[in-house]
């Protein structure tokens, strides 16, 4: 499911529809502010978060990970959630 929800982040419409379901008000305006920073597209953005995440995620990040995602309806959605909770900058970061 997880791995099926990062293939899916090359369809710049899926990534959005990922990111509209998470439904967090919050990390979209933190995906926005990330976007007008760097010059890219938000569905770009969330690619590269996630798939940096992936590349370079300590034991115990991943492990903090599984337990979420083991805790969750939607696992998938979880960790994709988590992933971005992480790795978006926060109000005032970057």
């Known amino acids: 499911m997880l ?3 990062i293939a899916s982040l090359d369809d710049p419409d899926a ?19 990330a976007a007008d920073q760097s ?7 969330v690619g590269s978060a ?9 034991d115990d990040l991943w492990t903090q990970l599984i337990g979420l995602m083991n805790r969750a309806q939607d696992p998938g959605l979880a960790a994709m959630r988590a992933i ?11």
């Open 39 to 45: 010059g890219r597209s938000p569905a770009d953005v």
């Open 84 to 94: 971005l909770e992480k790795a978006l900058p926060a109000a005032g970061e970057a």
């Open 15 to 33: 990534a959005m529809a990922i990111v509209a379901a998470i439904d967090a008000p919050a990390l979209v305006a933190r995906l926005a502010a």
């Open 3 to 5: 791995g099926n929800l």
């Open 50 to 58: 996630v798939r940096n995440f992936i590349d370079t995620a300590s």
